[in-house]
């Protein structure tokens, strides 16, 4: 085991930083690809530029915000946060007390850590299920949560969703959505309602996911629990900041479902390409991934654990030909899962035979370092 | 009472928002003159734009960051933050488990609200000192806050500092030290050392405090204790964002002492000016303030409490005059001080006699408000 806790994990981050850096540095950005699907951007103008004041910023472009999220998101008011973690953190502290219990349901476990990290902070109980028919609303619950879709892009069935927000309203429990990349790939790519139609009192999406806005958390839902909401974040300093604000605003005016779509068409010209090498990638909603588990049974015997495996192949594939992915750069208790998001604007500049070429290339790398344990903690953290 | 609870601060804080946004749209920026000393500014060449991504823009920027806030703060490691009171958050996560107590000292009484809070999230014990020969750390405390200047500029003695750090170095207590705006007030106008120069093990500053930075937190300290905090920052969504880590460097770089030491001079003359219809004004650091209490005392009997009082007349200035102070527009348990701060830009804009009248006008009005309680509600909330 080489990254065993999140402290390790932020040291290969900081790794990755580095090398990012130096690709930036000294080859240009042309020369770095993203796709992790969180490429995210920051659209400004010069005026809106000007405006990013700490008390003026947020008058102007919190407005313009609540019209531009209500649109893609529904719901009556809209509250922007500094990241999709910090406001299932405000949402938590705001609505659950010690003792008191939280539900959440999934498509597939594992959840994203803030969910039970955050009730872990409060004192309360967390129970999560990913079998439908096992989902169950005990007496003492005080916020059910539904994820739209996983870190790994898999989607709720829409009935499902439909009657667990029913069933916490017979109780009349609060439903908090995490729809991360969902609300994009839930409505363009399945067709399925926005949360807040569908009945949810609380919803967020994060803004760099699946759209050119920052990382950033936006929240819609019912006025009366955002209002609550928007005081433990404002007390914390969980909410977004100005500028975050304003990329928001104009990352959901530039959001198109074009690129969601084309990659939805392209992700199966790509896996059959991979299929003449590997048996272990399978397709995502816009593109195509590699679980740790499967990555780590494809490559010769070795002493590291399945995430290791796949942190130093997400290494090879940054340091070697510039490709970022998920693992490489992610927050502590992220998925190791890696994803290569065919909807992100790099993944329109690769060609998929190259990028074919360069899984190949990684993959024969990673098959021999995997032997050699120092040789992988440096690769992951120097 | 019109204001009660952190709720009502909030639509308080919407409303002054939408009379700025009035303002910009109707009559221009020039016709708003921050005075609040947390004005920030958001500087950015075209070219640190085309960076902001999600992983690609915290790879150039943090790096710079590390440069400059180094520069700006001593330390062994920085670690920008979403704002002061996130850091403080995230610090309390780290370090402070259960049962455990925290003590603070600062000059004078009120804390600000985060502290406390913090600590009672994780089920702390917090106590806190303004009296020097008062001050204690009992055996369970596993962390020392000292903040440098108060929100409303009160500085602490630095032999008084130096002194709580000796006391929780010998019990092997880390020191977190809150200096938000005492980081540039302290050195610049005091000529006090730096806090990690005294010995701090974690210091935190807010870069939109007397400095041309955005809303935001910059810690710098040991590298052991950074560490731990980034792990909590990461996982709850409290670490800053790619724009504001952009802006932080250039903010850095363009932070000049001459505004403060020029406001230093400038605030006498202005005392001197209000004295001629007023004795509740004193002196701060970098201009004048009036406390919500003396406020109170020089106006008509009413039914209104102190705070309602500070907040009627911080709203009458925005609204006839345009003039931001803090009660108009600040965060819930934020000080109800109405402080003039004549180092921010658009201070060196107002001529001090015109500044003089606007607050003899408001007054006036004031004065006539407070009799009526209906009036006073729809200035604070429409």
Chains 1, 2 share one sequence.
Do not use: W
Request: glycine share 6%.
């Amino acid at each position: 085991m080489i990254v065993n806790n999140s402290l390790d994990e932020i040291k290969k981050r900081e790794n990755s930083f580095k090398i990012i850096r130096n690709i930036v540095e000294n080859k240009g950005r042309d020369s770095l690809f993203d796709l992790t699907g969180l490429s995210g951007d920051f659209i400004a103008s010069d005026n809106d530029l000007n405006l990013l004041e700490t008390y003026v910023g947020p008058a102007i472009f919190e407005e313009q915000l609540q019209k531009e999220g209500i649109n893609h998101m529904g719901g009556e008011k809209i509250l922007p946060l500094n990241r999709t973690s910090s406001g299932i953190l405000a949402t938590i502290l705001s609505l659950v007390n010690e003792g008191e219990t939280v539900v959440h349901y999934l498509a597939k476990l594992p959840a994203h850590p803030s969910i039970p990290r955050s009730c872990e902070i409060v004192g309360g109980n967390y129970e999560e299920y990913d079998v439908f028919e096992k989902f169950y609303i005990p007496d003492n619950t005080s916020l059910v949560v539904i994820t739209g879709s996983t870190m790994d892009h898999q989607v709720i069935d829409e009935d499902e969703f439909k009657e667990i927000i029913n069933m916490a309203h017979e109780k009349n429990i609060p439903v908090l959505v995490d729809d991360a990349s969902g609300a994009r790939l839930r409505t363009v790519i399945f067709n399925q309602q926005k949360a807040c139609d569908l009945g949810a009192d609380i919803v967020i999406t994060s803004t760099d996911k699946l759209m050119p806005g920052p990382r950033g958390g936006l929240m819609a839902g019912k006025e009366k629990y955002l209002d609550q909401i928007k005081v433990k974040a404002n007390q914390f300093g969980l909410e977004a900041q100005p500028p975050s604000i304003l990329a928001m605003v104009n990352g959901l005016k530039n959001f198109k479902q074009d690129n969601l779509l084309k990659s939805y068409e392209r992700k199966h010209e790509f896996l059959e390409l991979l299929k003449n090498n590997f048996d272990m990638f399978e397709l995502t909603p816009t593109g195509v991934m590699v679980e740790a588990k499967k990555l780590a049974l494809s490559v010769n015997d070795n002493d590291l654990s399945d995430n290791d495996v796949a942190f130093i192949f997400s290494m090879i594939l940054l340091k070697d030909a510039g490709i970022i992915t998920i693992p490489a750069v992610s927050m502590p208790g992220a998925s190791p899962t890696i994803r290569f998001d065919l909807s992100t604007n790099d993944a329109f500049k690769l060609d998929l035979i190259d990028l074919n070429q360069i899984i190949i290339d990684a993959f024969e790398k990673l098959n021999n370092v995997v032997l050699d344990v120092d040789k992988s903690c440096e690769i992951v953290f120097n």
